[in-house]
């Protein structure tokens, strides 16, 4: 969500191309090594292609894990949007949607695993994991995010000014 909102500010009268390309830049994104929280979902699972939502204790500790993580991406990114005053509201938000949208159609999947998700799950899964793009120690993971994040911000506010 933060990288696409700030991957949105260089769009400022374009918020369909924001979105876009802040939807791009999640799977830019996942290949660089990273830490993901476990979700489980439905009988202990937590292999997302084997996965399904059940109402239970498992969907309760994932679902707050999910809205924290939604929660804080989106605190950051409206931080960024009224501080730095990068852009327009409207590309700015259409960046953060997008930025996090793949991540939600993996809940989406969970459900429904149908065409299109199917081939989005595939290559998102390729992309993320299936490529060894996982780091398994939370402190060095959740680092490594904060820096590319830090770096996305940054770079992209030094070439708006």
Same mark, same amino acid.
């Given at each position: #969500?933060?990288?696409?909102?700030?991957?949105?500010?260089?769009?400022?009268?374009?918020?369909?191309?924001?979105?876009?390309?802040?939807?791009?830049?999640?799977?830019?994104?996942?290949?660089?090594?990273?830490?993901?929280?476990?979700?489980?979902?439905?009988?202990?699972?937590?292999? @997302?292609?084997?996965?399904?939502?059940?109402?239970?204790?498992?969907?309760?500790? =994932?679902?707050?894990?999910?809205?924290?993580?939604?929660?804080?991406?989106?605190?950051?990114?409206?931080?960024?949007?009224?501080?730095?005053?990068?852009?327009?509201?409207?590309?700015?938000?259409?960046?953060?949607?997008?930025?996090?949208?793949?991540?939600?159609?993996?809940?989406?999947? #969970?459900?429904?695993?149908?065409?299109?998700?199917? =081939?989005?799950?595939?290559?998102?899964?390729?992309?993320?994991?299936?490529?060894?793009?996982?780091?398994?120690?939370?402190?060095?993971?959740?680092?490594?995010?904060?820096?590319?994040?830090?770096?996305?911000?940054?770079? @992209?506010?030094?070439? #708006?000014?």
């Amino acid at each position: #969500m933060i990288v696409g909102t700030a991957v949105a500010s260089l769009f400022p009268s374009n918020p369909a191309l924001g979105f876009g390309v802040a939807f791009l830049s999640h799977f830019v994104l996942d290949t660089i090594p990273h830490w993901d929280y476990a979700i489980v979902m439905k009988n202990g699972n937590s292999d @997302i292609k084997d996965m399904d939502i059940e109402f239970n204790k498992n969907f309760i500790g =994932s679902f707050i894990k999910i809205s924290s993580d939604v929660a804080l991406g989106l605190a950051v990114s409206l931080v960024l949007i009224f501080s730095l005053n990068l852009s327009s509201f409207s590309s700015l938000i259409a960046g953060c949607l997008g930025g996090m949208l793949p991540d939600f159609l993996q809940l989406v999947y #969970m459900k429904f695993k149908h065409e299109p998700l199917l =081939s989005l799950q595939k290559f998102h899964r390729w992309i993320q994991k299936d490529r060894g793009c996982k780091i398994k120690n939370p402190i060095i993971g959740i680092f490594t995010q904060v820096i590319v994040a830090f770096l996305a911000v940054w770079i @992209i506010y030094l070439y #708006m000014q």
